[in-house]
Structure formats: structure tokens, C-alpha cells
């Protein structure tokens, strides 16, 4: 396990993310943690439109709204 200390976190938590890390082969928490946040927005995002959609950055021109 990594030696990390994150104060304002809760034990239990960072258990959890340690779990994720070791079963998703990531090489920090920082990475465990952006995935479980992703698939709790898939998820969400999932029930209420009921459907699965993609989450990807979007590029393009800057326009402001008027």
C-alpha cells in the first residue's frame, strides 16, 4: 500500500480507495479516486435519463452567451 496520508479523509475511505486501486491496477489513489467519482456520474447520469452516456471533454469555439 502507498504511504499517503490524507488527514482530511476518512480512514474508511481511503481503505476503499486502496481497494479500487489494487483491483483496477492504478498507480495512485488520486487515479481510484477520479474513477469512482466517473462511474458514481455514470451511474447518475444513467438514472436519471435512462441511458448510458459518454463523458468526454468538450472542445471547441469559446462563444458567450448574450
Known sequence: ??????PL???EL?????VIMIREG???IEQAAEFALAQSV???IKRITGKGRALYAIKG??????
Open 1 to 6: 500500500m502507498p504511504d499517503i496520508e490524507l
Open 9 to 11: 479523509i476518512p480512514p
Open 14 to 18: 481511503v481503505e476503499a480507495l486502496e
Open 26 to 28: 492504478f498507480d495512485t
Open 42 to 44: 455514470r451511474e447518475g
Open 61 to 66: 469555439k469559446k462563444t458567450t452567451c448574450v
